[in-house]
């Protein structure tokens, strides 16, 4: 908390907020990644951390560097369910204490004056969360109160995670490349009108871009050059919001009219200034388990090949904008840019709420399944 003027980096970029918005949930892991044995190393947010799982299997988190001599704890052992530096062999707990000093009688005094800042964390849906903040400032809320509805209810849903990825781009920029109008252009052979039923398809330099409003925001429509649309549909009965605190984005999508609508959740995280962190999953209504074998198998032959194709086209215009500093300075806005505004203002209320004592909470209705 800070009293100190703002300085801005660029417009609505006060300094610190390049490296990403602290005090919230994030998905840093997958939960496989971290098995019983080994520890794991996660940058985020421009926080070197080291995860493991204790000895009942609930991961632990605490900061990626040894109170001793500096060493990286994530190349340390997992032993008696705590965390042991792989230099001189202090071992810490969950909490963040110093357990053991190897040299030291078991009960000595010394390890009260020696430990590792701790973060919450906890594994969920298939993913290692991990409250990235300061928790004594900044109290968790439950991390259930901050999830997608989906990964809530194995129920009614089912949900298949993509690998986790790395862009080389500022996390604010792979934001800004969210808008909802780009889809017909940079995705045109992926994602948009690939496969118009019925029709010829329009060849790229014919086609024309019509914006249109929905409940959801502003959509782009493909169209030919009278304007006439040939790409899917785009859903108007849509719920929830698109962007959610602190970087997790919602797209609805039918890959064409007759295939099962699903929903791609993606979070872009702050590795640091210059890389983000990418983690999705798309999700579908699904009840028995016929239907999540179907879907199951859907995922595999339709979604996944075609929304990695989708992603690899965002992580490549992410990083072809430059840095964060060179994009923003050079940018000139349209109106139809007035949403990604909208986000960016969203953040940053949210990074200077913290400056004053007020962590913005995430509201549940955000996170309802948008179909
Ligand atoms: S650096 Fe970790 S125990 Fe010495
Ligand atoms: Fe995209």
Same mark, same amino acid.
């Given at each position: 908390?800070?009293?100190?003027?703002? @300085?801005?980096i660029? #417009?609505?970029?006060?300094?610190?907020?390049?490296?990403?918005?602290?005090?919230?949930?994030?998905?840093?892991?997958?939960?496989?990644?971290?098995?019983?044995?080994e520890?794991?190393?996660?940058?985020?947010?421009?926080?070197?951390?080291?995860?493991?799982?204790?000895?009942?299997?609930?991961?632990?988190?605490?900061?990626?560097?040894?109170?001793?001599?500096?060493?990286?704890?994530?190349?340390? @052992?997992?032993?008696?369910?705590?965390?042991?530096?792989?230099?001189?062999?202090?071992?810490?707990?969950?909490?963040?204490?110093?357990?053991?000093?190897?040299?030291?009688?078991?009960? *000595?005094?010394?390890?009260?004056?020696?430990s590792?800042?701790?973060?919450?964390?906890?594994?969920?849906?298939?993913?290692?969360?991990?409250?990235?903040?300061?928790?004594?400032?900044?109290?968790?809320?439950?991390?259930?109160?901050?999830?997608?509805?989906?990964?809530?209810?194995?129920?009614?849903?089912?949900?298949?995670r993509?690998?986790?990825?790395?862009?080389?781009?500022?996390?604010?920029?792979?934001?800004?490349?969210?808008?909802?109008?780009?889809?017909?252009t940079l995705?045109?052979? *992926?994602?948009?009108?690939a496969?118009?039923?019925?029709?010829e398809?329009?060849?790229?330099?014919?086609?024309?871009?019509?914006?249109?409003?929905?409940?959801?925001?502003?959509?782009?429509?493909?169209?030919? @050059?009278?304007?006439?649309?040939?790409?899917?549909?785009?859903?108007t009965?849509?719920?929830?919001?698109?962007?959610?605190?602190?970087?997790?984005?919602?797209? #609805?999508?039918?890959?064409?009219?007759?295939?099962?609508p699903?929903?791609?959740?993606?979070?872009?995280?702050?590795?640091?200034?210059?890389?983000?962190?990418?983690?999705r999953?798309?999700?579908?209504?699904?009840?028995?388990?016929?239907?999540r074998?179907?879907l199951?198998?859907?995922?595999?032959?339709?979604?996944?090949?075609?929304?990695?194709?989708?992603?690899?086209?965002?992580?490549?215009?992410?990083?072809?904008q430059? *840095?964060?500093?060179?994009?923003?300075?050079?940018?000139?806005?349209?109106n139809?840019?007035?949403?990604?505004?909208?986000?960016?203002?969203?953040?940053?209320?949210?990074?200077?709420a913290?400056?004053?004592?007020?962590?913005?909470?995430v509201?549940?209705?955000?996170?309802?399944?948008?179909?």
């Amino acid at each position: 908390m800070s009293n100190s003027p703002v @300085r801005e980096i660029v #417009p609505d970029v006060p300094v610190g907020l390049e490296k990403g918005l602290e005090n919230y949930w994030y998905p840093i892991a997958q939960s496989e990644e971290l098995g019983r044995e080994e520890p794991l190393g996660v940058t985020v947010l421009d926080r070197e951390l080291a995860l493991w799982r204790d000895g009942n299997g609930d991961v632990r988190a605490v900061h990626g560097r040894c109170p001793h001599r500096n060493a990286e704890l994530a190349i340390g @052992r997992v032993l008696d369910g705590r965390l042991q530096c792989l230099f001189h062999g202090l071992r810490f707990d969950g909490n963040g204490r110093c357990a053991l000093i190897p040299w030291e009688p078991e009960d *000595s005094r010394l390890r009260d004056e020696i430990s590792v800042p701790a973060y919450p964390a906890e594994d969920r849906g298939g993913y290692i969360w991990v409250y990235v903040g300061d928790a004594a400032a900044f109290p968790p809320p439950p991390l259930e109160d901050e999830l997608p509805e989906e990964l809530l209810d194995e129920e009614n849903f089912v949900w298949f995670r993509f690998p986790t990825e790395t862009w080389e781009a500022n996390w604010l920029l792979t934001l800004d490349g969210q808008d909802a109008y780009h889809p017909v252009t940079l995705h045109a052979g *992926s994602q948009s009108v690939a496969a118009a039923e019925g029709r010829e398809v329009v060849p790229l330099a014919e086609r024309r871009v019509k914006i249109v409003d929905t409940s959801y925001g502003i959509r782009a429509v493909a169209t030919d @050059r009278e304007g006439k649309p040939i790409g899917q549909g785009h859903f108007t009965e849509v719920k929830g919001d698109r962007f959610i605190l602190p970087c997790l984005s919602t797209n #609805p999508l039918r890959p064409r009219t007759n295939l099962a609508p699903y929903v791609v959740r993606v979070w872009q995280m702050a590795i640091d200034a210059e890389r983000t962190l990418v983690s999705r999953f798309a999700s579908f209504r699904a009840n028995g388990r016929a239907e999540r074998e179907r879907l199951e198998g859907f995922f595999h032959e339709v979604v996944k090949p075609r929304a990695s194709q989708v992603s690899a086209e965002d992580a490549l215009i992410a990083a072809a904008q430059g *840095s964060l500093v060179d994009a923003r300075a050079n940018e000139f806005l349209f109106n139809v840019d007035q949403e990604t505004v909208r986000l960016r203002r969203q953040i940053k209320d949210a990074f200077l709420a913290q400056r004053e004592g007020r962590r913005t909470a995430v509201s549940r209705e955000a996170l309802v399944f948008p179909l």
